[in-house]
């Protein structure tokens, strides 16, 4: 087992960062165009608009909200959502100060692997906002243990990468309902696969008894493009959109649960390869975009190297 992993392990990284590259080069506007256009369409609104990042503080999420407030000039009700307060003060404090009184930027602290966290945390939300704008959710991680479930009997990688999607949107709606009724923006938008996933087993959703690291990796995608088209299609005046952001430079291999020697292969990865992959701020500009609405064509590329077939996109599915 070791020397197949090895033996795959770097070819399968090499595979990837490849076609990261140059899918980019080939299909993405330039990052100064994003940028005008984010800058543009923020500056424009005539409210102060706002928006609750689930994961932003690290990652795309972080990257989706310092993009958020810099074009808004920090005059914008941000709220970050995440277990790490210390991070999210640090990238609270690089935001523009905001000119307007009803300008804030707060923190609240959820482990979104918990349901019931995150039934209080929205209650918090709500007791904070009377709308909401942008409802962005990008938060996940990566292991490579068995089936771990949580205290509520949900395997922890399906409880971050679907089920808390599902109920942040589900305990949020009401306030994009009202935002929506006072003529402004009201949109949804999660952060993971967007159509990367693959078939599912209706009898057996929770994944109890036939998980994998790979029906996990595979299902989840599906589970969250199934209930984007869904929460769409039971709320029509709400924007709903699903993206997969393609190979970015996150703490996401750092902070992965893997073995010692696994984390070593993927630091030494990053370290030869990672300038290749986009910052966290481009992407945050690049899904800050899409989150908009704006329509960028992304195109799908297919890489086969070393027999295994890379999918490298960046895709905005709108069902809205």
């Not at 330039?30 to 503080?57: C, D, E, H, M, W």
């Not at 690291?213 to 699903?242: C, G, S, V, W």
């Not at 704006?294 to 086969?304: A, G, H, V």
Request: hydrophobic share 40%; with cysteine.
């Amino acid at each position: 087992m070791f020397i197949l992993n090895y033996r795959y392990a770097v070819p399968g990284a090499i595979a990837l960062i490849s076609s990261a590259y140059y899918s980019y080069q080939l299909t993405m506007p330039s990052i100064s165009k994003i940028r005008q256009t984010n800058a543009a369409a923020l500056s424009a609104k005539q409210y102060i608009p706002t928006a609750v990042f689930v994961g932003g503080t690290s990652g795309i999420g972080e990257g989706m909200a310092e993009a958020f407030a810099k074009h808004t000039q920090g005059n914008a009700h941000i709220i970050l959502v995440g277990r790490n307060r210390a991070a999210a003060e640090s990238i609270i404090s690089r935001f523009p100060k905001p000119t307007s009184p009803d300008a804030k930027h707060e923190f609240v602290q959820c482990d979104v692997a918990l349901m019931r966290n995150i039934r209080n945390a929205s209650a918090e939300i709500r007791s904070k906002l009377p709308k909401l704008n942008y409802l962005a959710m990008s938060p996940g991680f990566m292991t490579t243990s068995g089936r771990n479930e949580t205290e509520e009997g949900i395997d922890r990688k399906l409880a971050v990468h679907y089920y808390s999607r599902w109920m942040f949107t589900k305990e949020l709606i009401s306030l994009l309902e009202k935002a929506q009724e006072q003529g402004e923006d009201a949109r949804v938008f999660t952060v993971l696969a967007a159509g990367a996933g693959g078939p599912i087993d209706v009898n057996d959703l929770g994944l109890k008894k036939t998980y994998s690291l790979k029906n996990a990796a595979l299902q989840a995608p599906t589970y969250n493009d199934l209930m984007t088209e869904e929460f769409a299609a039971r709320h029509p005046t709400i924007t709903f959109a699903h993206a997969i952001p393609g190979a970015v430079r996150t703490n996401l291999f750092s902070a992965a649960e893997v073995s010692t020697f696994t984390k070593k292969a993927m630091g030494l990865s990053m370290t030869m390869f990672g300038f290749l992959l986009t910052s966290i701020e481009d992407c945050g500009e690049y899904m800050l975009n899409g989150y908009e609405g704006k329509s960028l064509e992304f195109t799908t590329y297919y890489l086969e190297y070393y027999r295994i077939q890379v999918i490298q996109v960046m895709r905005i599915i709108h069902y809205r």
